[in-house]
């Protein structure tokens, strides 16, 4: 399996951007996709993008235009870059890898849109 490291969350206004980061570690060669997932409060979790290991890119109907996945393939890290972030954007931000055997998540970390 993997271990997965988020970072990059915080508080920003609306209109503004943040950068998150993924970094695995472990069996990284049996990753499938990388996905990035959201839990807003009262809510579902629920997929905002994908990144697959043939690099196809995908995403919710929400994001589309303001968030981009990336990766490192030389870091092990996958990025997603979030701009003209919206009051609706807040939400516990959860990077994701799957693979056939195994699905491993991070420890998710905090995106606050507010002014």
């Known amino acids: 399996q993997v271990q997965l490291v988020e970072s990059g969350g915080g508080l920003v206004q609306p209109g503004g951007s943040l950068r998150l980061s993924c970094a695995a570690s472990g069996s990284i060669f049996s990753i499938n996709a990388m996905n990035w997932y959201r839990q807003a409060p009262g809510k579902q979790r629920e997929l905002v993008s994908t990144i697959t290991s043939g690099g196809t890119t995908s995403y919710a109907d929400s994001v589309k235009g303001r968030f981009t996945i990336s990766r490192d393939n030389a870091k092990n890290t996958v990025y997603l870059q979030m701009n003209n972030l919206k009051p609706e954007d807040t939400a516990v931000y959860y990077c994701?890898?799957?693979?056939?055997?195994?699905?491993?998540w991070g420890q998710g970390t905090q995106v606050t849109v507010s002014s």
């Open positions: 994701n890898a799957r693979a056939t055997s195994y699905n491993s």
